[in-house]
């Protein structure tokens, strides 16, 4: 059994974090406004969207780990996402000889075109 190492979320979940965070802060200036007394029916009003982002945030949020991350970028930039077995055996026979050396660094220079590196300062 894999070990679940962090959590992905869409940019859509994130966005509704952010609404419930807004509709927070709105709530909680309605509260402070009301001195702590608000009505209930404005309350539930002022809740139901809280509710509701946290609700469709929490079911964006998706257990991965670093394998599943690879896999599913691989995917989105159209390669085929080996096994690690199947990785480490055509990195060999690459590693062979000069012509798979070349297509080695090919396969990071085209890597590092689609996505460059973070700089470091």
């Not at 962090?6 to 994130?14: A, L, P």
């Not at 996402?81 to 199947?86: D, G, H, N, V, Y």
């Not at 689609?114 to 700089?119: A, F, L």
């Given at each position: 059994m894999h070990l679940i190492d962090?959590?992905?979320?869409?940019?859509?979940?994130?966005m509704k974090l952010i609404d419930a965070r807004s509709a927070l802060n709105h709530l909680q200036r309605l509260v402070q406004a009301t001195d702590?007394?608000?009505?209930?029916?404005?309350?539930?009003?002022?809740?139901?969207?809280?509710?509701?982002?946290?609700?469709e945030a929490a079911d964006d949020v998706m257990p991965v780990n670093d394998r599943d991350v690879f896999m599913r970028q691989a995917c989105e930039w159209n390669y085929i996402?080996?096994?690690?077995?199947?990785g480490e055996i055509l990195h060999?026979?690459?590693?062979?000889?000069?012509?798979?050396?070349?297509?080695?660094y090919g396969a990071i220079g085209e890597t590092l075109e689609?996505?460059?590196?973070?700089?470091h300062r």
């Open positions: 962090r959590y992905e979320m869409s940019i859509e979940g994130h702590g007394k608000p009505e209930p029916d404005q309350l539930m009003a002022l809740l139901s969207p809280v509710v509701a982002a946290l609700h996402a080996l096994s690690p077995r199947e060999q026979i690459r590693c062979c000889s000069d012509d798979g050396k070349e297509e080695i689609r996505k460059p590196m973070p700089e």
